[in-house]
């Protein structure tokens, strides 16, 4: 049997098929990555499963929706760096349409309209626990020990607390590489700490940012900031978009909350939320410029890292310090999902009623299982919101 190879295709040909794909990319991305594995090793043999398997897990530890990743890698192995960007753009380029579009039609018709008041705070309440989910699903395969459970909880209550992102970060991912060395570690925890509280009276901390304007520039760093840090899946980018966005005053927590159910119901990765955050804090070109910002390390780490990828992330100490870092990431998601939830509470006339529903759709969103899970789930809290007197 011949060794697995893609096919001689044209670079048409090639945007067209990752456009298909990207079409029909509904469902979160691991029925996204098993779209592509059976349609391009399965059936077609552009690779053979063993190297699938080992490009997607060096895809996971890296920063970046892996699903697009993947599309920009099989795009490289058919036609090169070309291919590799005409596959990227292909793939991203429906849900990015259609999220512009979701963006002009919540400005234009749905924001600050009352009658939508009760069913849009029924889907943001079902969208908290969705997110709830996700933290649980990603902590639990991040976090294999209880020294990697003693950095998610510190960099919880660092985040609270309002120490910079950058810092806890660092210091997790320094601390969890030489945790052997106890006295080591505190000295780190002791840095973090003193650097934060020098660097909090120059207005490094995001919550010092509400006065400044959504330029271009900012929304572009904003969807670059996210798109690095995107480490264990798109949930990831959550918290740092929105202390760059809701943290500035650009949009707030409901509308932050709608961008990311609209997301969960498009055929994209859910890093598109971006888009509608750009686009409600910026029109059009805050949407382009934030998703740019977003999609340029997934680009970037593919095209031009390509032959070394694998070679770096096998570094031990490297594996250890993502290890470190991804486990603080999931201490700062479960911060941003407090400070949604509290946002969220206030906005409540009967929080028992609101209660019951989070607790509903939490429950449904951990026992059920398929594609179509959580579109129906969204739904009933719209149907909920619409209903009752949350």
Known sequence: MPNPAPPAI????????FLRF?????????????????????????????????????????????????????GMIARGRIGGLLAGLGFMLPGLVLMLAA???????????GAFAGPLLGLQIVVLAVIARAVWRIGRHV????????????????????????????????????????LVVVGIVALAVAVTLLVQPFGLRPATLAATTPTVGLLFLAGLKGG??????????????????????WIGDAAFLDGIAIAGLLPAPLVIFATFVGYVSGGLAGALAITAGMFLPAFAFSLIFYERLEAIVAHPALQRAL??????????????????AIATAGRVTWLPIAIVLFVTALLGAIRLKGTWVTPAILAAGLLAGALLPL
């Open 228 to 249: 690095l840090l995107t480490f264990g899946g798109a949930y990831t980018a959550i918290p740092y978009v929105r202390a760059d966005t809701v943290g500035r005053g």
């Open 143 to 182: 976090i294999e020990g209880p020294a990697l459970g003693l950095v998610a909880l510190a960099a919880f209550a660092a985040t609270l607390a309002g120490a910079p992102f950058w810092i806890v970060l660092a210091a997790a991912g320094a601390a969890y590489t030489l945790i052997a060395r106890r």
């Open 10 to 17: 044209g670079l048409i040909a090639l945007f067209l098929k």
């Open 22 to 74: 990207g079409a029909l990319a509904f469902g979160g991305p691991v029925v996204q990555i098993a779209m592509l594995r059976d349609a391009l090793v399965t059936r077609e043999r552009w690779i053979d499963p063993a190297r699938f398997n080992r490009l997607l897990a060096v895809l996971q530890v890296l920063p970046g929706p892996e699903a697009h990743e993947l599309c920009v890698h099989m």
């Open 103 to 113: 963006g002009w039609a919540y400005v234009r018709f749905v924001a600050g309209m």
């Open 323 to 340: 290890t470190g870092v991804a486990a603080a990431v999931i201490g700062i998601i479960a911060a941003t999902f407090a400070g949604l």
